[in-house]
């Protein structure tokens, strides 16, 4: 067994030394270089936990972004047998029309108060009489405003947010947790998403999809070690996004249960069912290290979409002048505190071959992300279904300022464009997105913490 895990990992951190039995030592299976990519766990664990973590959980607490509106009322487009979460947990409370700052509610992508006199000019021939009396930098964005139709760049199924069913929803009274939502219509969604929309065919099972032993584990990874690059990429982001929540719902477990009160907090044993090296038989740690690849995917994206939040007209808007330039300051110095991550995923090694292959493969990758996104709404927990869909909505975003053709052409890194746009539903969902994974890098410190408290 022990040579099992030094084939696994010939390179253990120190932190793994202390570990007594062969369940705490698969932890260090968590370390060392991640796959297709430069960097290594150790690199991210420190940036993430100790330069980055508090400042974002910082911003993401501003009225800006605790603000999403959702329609959770969609039919599921490709089911009609679900069955609603009835507990207490499962329930999301939507905020009343006063909660909500004006300015958020008074356009979706539009950044400013001068901006968002905009639609005052809308009805005029789309900018043929604009007000004169809005800034120069404001006009030539109104102008791509109104011209903002990126359907073709997008990775996600939006929702219509001008649907009388879509709410304001206040993230921070509606925390991602542990519902108690759970069993076959929970299982069905990630099967679905797993066995038909992750580019493999129906013969490949994926590891522990049924209780398949080491030789089916096998048989997946050589299999997907056999896949492109992107193909490759696709399995581990939707495997780091899986992984991911589950990190969140063993940290924010119902730990107690009573008429007088409800106690959360780290259920270290559904951690340990999730991730363990032995209880999974080798899976759990290769979810964790494509936590880390999905980290470094997201990371990316923001750092490279960094010149369209530095744009002279760009405001978190909310209609408080001096929150807004405060936390404008503070998502900058995030942004390029960002910029500095000295081991940054290349996106340009993705869709590099044959111009017309290319094209095809990226345009299939993003069918398959829709598809996901789509999914979604199958969810039958509501508060489940809130966060799945703003965090594949945020991953969606990630994977658009990679990949977008009017970002790669017209906005170098040295200076703002105006070709690129993004929305403000967009904006919430990417750093709510990227603040749950960054949360789940930190809680695995926790974790391991209490599990050598344990031993």
Known sequence: MAK?????????????????????????LVSGYLDDCTCDVE?????????????????????????????????????????????????VKP?????????????????????????????AERLGAVDESLSEETQKAVLQWTKHDDSSDSFCEIDDIQSPDAEYVDLLLN????????????WRIWSVIYEENCFKPQTIQRPLASGQGKSKENTFYN???????????FYRLISGLHASINVHLSARYLLQDTWLEKKWGHNVTEF?????????????????????FL?????????????????????LFTGNKVQDAENKALLLEILHEIKSFPLHFDENSFFAGDKNEAHKLKEDFRLHFRNISRIMDCVGCFKCRLWGKLQTQGLGTALKILFSEKLIANMPESGPSYEFQLTRQEIVSLFNAFGRISTSVRELENFRHLLQNVH
């Open 4 to 28: 099992y895990f030094q084939t696994l990992s010939p390179t253990c951190p120190t932190l793994c030394s202390a570990f007594k039995s062969f369940s705490d030592f698969s932890y260090c």
């Open 43 to 91: 690199t991210i664990d420190k940036f993430n936990n100790y330069r980055l973590f508090p400042r974002l959980q910082k911003l993401l607490e501003s009225d800006y972004f605790r603000y999403y509106k959702v329609n959770l009322k969609k039919p599921c487009p490709f089911w009609n047998d679900i069955n609603q979460c009835g507990r207490r947990d499962c329930a």
């Open 95 to 123: 905020c009343h029309s006063d909660e909500v700052p004006d300015g958020i509610k008074s356009a979706s992508y539009k950044y400013s108060e001068e901006a968002n006199r905009i639609e005052e000019c809308e009805q």
């Open 175 to 186: 925390p991602e947790r542990y519902t108690g939502y759970k069993g076959p219509d929970a």
């Open 223 to 233: 299999w997907l070690e056999g896949l492109c690059v992107e193909k490759r990429a």
């Open 272 to 292: 340990q069912q999730r991730f363990d090296g032995i209880l999974t038989e080798g899976e759990g740690p290769r979810r964790l290290k494509n936590l880390y």
């Open 295 to 315: 980290y470094l995917i997201e990371l990316r994206a923001l750092s490279k979409v960094l010149p369209f939040f530095e744009r002279p007209d760009f405001q």
